[in-house]
């Protein structure tokens, strides 16, 4: 009797336990019976043919997932014959009956005849469209009159990793390297392939598998071989593998006297380097390449260029189909300089020059992941050259896996701005899917934020920056709310109510989070080298560029940076029209007000207060928004799984406590130069400024 109680209750703790580690693949068994016999109705078979490894992966997926949702066991068959009621997959090339054509990864859902066929035109195609089937009854949406023609907008839709070969990641903040280099190529995690599962779901098909900033080591054979174990796993999931390059590998690994890519010898060395390459992974990538940036190695130490250093890859790669990624984060120690301008004055001259194999891959702002940038000068200024826009997941300047905040409405904020390249409407999102300029290639990165954590990401509310950026990679026009919306119900709860709760606290996350750390534009005031916590004071680092009164300016008459026509003239390279906009204090948003102007701080804004007093109402309310967040958080307690709600809950608190450590240090610091008193109804801080900036130190552990 007593074995009996333990193994019941050992069953109700697992039925309801939850890690996280399933992500948003869960699968669990729908509540509502009625629902869950219309689906098992629709699903009493799923028919595909041949065995290509990819079909094979998407009826296995298919299986497994209706199986927990509907709770039967659902046959694979070869042929469906006259039988109806289940979901037939199959490769074609047959135009729609709608006319819509499918390009080589979209998908088409369909129902005839009483059966449900999911269509594409290569076999990736079938994969995506049944995790996207999946995603209808995860959501709970109806199955039996579908009509659904699905598109990729960018055709290389990437995760970058910032992982090292001794497991630590580069701003990483959810455990180690999912990566077990020591391990490979001989023993396989089998969370290697749950990763390709969770990137294959949301139209993921390529990972760049290592550090930009990369260690020679991954042109070595050995690690080559590791590399192919990798894309083995990932192959059936349509997903391709990359490598970050270190430019001077053809010295430190193959023993030549320079790396000049444009000597003979350097050029052959890559051209047999990428051979081998294909020799163990057939359906390898290519190359993503940071150089001449951050200390990393480049053509420029040999007197060449970008587009010298990229061409000579991208030469190497012509007998196969594989491309280079070459990224323009580049930035020179300059005190009179603008970080901002570097890379525009560096890759808009090369606009042309590139290899049409070569992408440029540009971070969606000008300075480095902050919570708002304006987007990248370089969108819209490089016709000739396919631009990649690179996201980052991580939330390296976004309180890492601490704060919650949800990145969807950063990259539409940056995908919905208009460069006016081609007169209006001429949005970034239309310069990264080519249609602007007539790209033939694109592409969309996302600087992963996965670790060895059991739930990947560190925070829970993390996966879901995951979960979006596979979405918009795949369509660039999805809401933010409708993702949301999708993520929370196959990951949290179907419960309407706490749906509509966590969405909300959801979408409100990034601007709060902008509120209590840098409103109105302020930007790069965060603490010095982890990126953590808040030192608007520094003022002592090894480059002007890395001191934080190098961006924000402040003085007895005002705070921002001037990148007018009267400061840095950073401005000039936008088009007209997006300078008219940003140009003046009275007609710039807000939320890029200090990005371009130096503000005195008795300027009154169109809110009615002076600025001082908005900067101040901000880092309060952010701060109290908190607060809101938790009891939001509270409210849908009965409908999340006790595990993942204690967990959020508890960052929540981190969060809060860390909120008013922002308001504290950021509004008693600034109120040196501004000389002016809180306003009401807000109180002044209880703690000195010298107090808050010990805690950086013990942050820091300085
Ligand atoms: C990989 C920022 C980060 C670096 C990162 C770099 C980059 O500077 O702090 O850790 O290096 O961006 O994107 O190359």
């Not at 706490?498 to 979408?507: E, F, H, N, P």
């Not at 003022?539 to 705070?559: E, F, L, M």
């Not at 309310?621 to 204690?646: C, H, L, N, Y």
């Amino acid at each position: 009797m007593k074995k009996l109680l333990i193994a019941l209750l050992l069953l109700t703790y697992s039925a309801h336990a939850d890690d996280g580690y399933r992500l948003w693949l869960k699968y669990d068994l729908i509540k509502d019976a009625a629902r869950r016999d219309t689906y098992a109705r629709s699903a009493q078979f799923i028919a595909v043919s041949g065995n290509n490894p990819i079909l094979t992966t998407a009826a296995g997926e298919l299986q497994a997932g209706l199986q927990g949702l509907v709770g039967k066991a659902i046959p694979i068959i070869t042929n469906a014959g006259n039988r109806t009621g289940g979901i037939i997959l199959s490769v074609s090339t047959a135009p729609n009956a709608d006319g819509q054509a499918l390009n080589n990864e979209g998908y088409r859902i369909s129902n005839r005849q009483n059966n449900i066929f999911i269509a594409g035109k290569t076999e990736a195609g079938v994969l995506y469209g049944v995790f996207a089937l999946l995603r209808q009854l995860q959501t709970q949406q109806p199955i039996t009159s579908l009509n659904l023609t699905s598109n990729p907008k960018v055709q290389y839709r990437l995760l970058n990793h910032w992982d090292n070969v001794n497991g630590t990641i580069e701003r990483g903040y959810a455990g180690s390297s999912l990566w077990k280099w020591y391990e490979l190529p001989e023993r396989l995690d089998p969370r290697y392939r749950d990763y390709a599962r969770a990137n294959a779901s949301i139209g993921i098909n390529g990972t760049v598998v290592n550090n930009v900033n990369a260690s020679p080591r991954f042109m070595t054979g050995e690690y080559l071989q590791k590399v192919a174990a990798l894309a083995n796993v990932f192959r059936p999931y349509g997903i391709r593998v990359y490598l970050s390059v270190y430019f001077p590998a053809p010295r430190t690994v193959g023993g030549l006297k320079t790396a000049d890519p444009l000597d003979p010898e350097v050029r052959a060395w890559w051209a047999n380097k990428v051979k081998e390459i294909y020799s163990v992974i057939p359906d390898f990538g290519g190359f993503l390449v940071k150089a001449n940036s951050e200390g990393e190695p480049g053509p420029q130490d040999y007197g060449r260029n970008h587009a010298d250093g990229a061409n000579m890859l991208a030469e190497a790669l012509a007998p196969y189909d594989g491309v280079v990624m070459w990224r323009s984060f580049v930035y020179k120690a300059d005190p009179k300089g603008d970080r901002f301008k570097a890379a525009y004055e560096e890759f808009k001259p090369l606009d042309g020059q590139f290899n049409k194999k070569v992408l440029v891959q540009v971070k969606n702002g000008p300075i480095d992941f902050q919570v708002r940038e304006p987007f990248h000068p370089l969108f819209g200024a490089m016709p000739q050259t396919p631009l990649v826009m690179e996201f980052q997941l991580t939330q390296e300047y976004l309180g890492f896996a601490t704060h919650m905040v949800y990145e969807a409405p950063l990259f539409k904020e940056t995908l919905e701005s208009d460069t006016y390249a081609n007169g209006k409407g001429s949005t970034v999102a239309k310069v990264v899917d080519g249609s602007l300029h007539g790209y033939q290639i694109t592409g969309m990165a996302g600087v992963a934020n996965t670790g060895s954590d059991r739930n990947w990401t560190g925070h829970t509310m993390g996966q879901a920056n995951w979960y979006a950026f596979g979405r918009l990679a795949w369509d660039h026009t999805l809401s933010s709310e409708v993702i949301a919306n999708e993520w929370v119900q196959m990951t949290l709860t179907n419960e309407p109510k706490a749906v509509k709760t966590i969405t909300d606290l959801m979408l409100r996350s990034r601007e709060v989070y902008a509120s209590y750390t840098n409103p109105l534009g302020v930007h790069h005031i965060m603490g010095y080298g982890i990126h953590y916590g808040p030192e608007p004071w520094l003022d002592k680092a090894p480059r002007p560029d890395w001191r934080h009164t190098y961006y924000h300016r402040a003085d007895s008459v005002g705070i921002g940076f001037d990148r007018t026509a009267t400061g840095s003239n950073a401005l000039s390279q936008y088009t007209p029209e997006v300078q008219k906009q940003w140009s003046t204090m009275e007609t710039c948003p807000l939320p890029y007000l200090l990005w371009f102007h130096h503000v005195p701080w008795t300027k009154q804004l169109r809110t009615g207060r002076t600025l001082w007093d908005e900067f101040v109402t901000r880092y309060y309310t952010g701060a109290d928004s908190v607060r809101w967040m938790q009891q939001q958080w509270a409210q849908v307690k009965p409908a999340v799984d006790p595990e993942i709600f204690e967990d959020v809950a508890g960052r929540l608190a981190v969060q809060q406590k860390e909120a008013i450590w922002w308001r504290d240090a950021c509004v008693l610091y600034f109120q040196q130069f501004a000389r002016r008193p809180i306003p009401a109804p807000f109180k002044k801080p209880e703690r000195t400024l010298e107090e808050v900036k010990r805690l950086v130190d013990i942050y820091q552990m300085r």
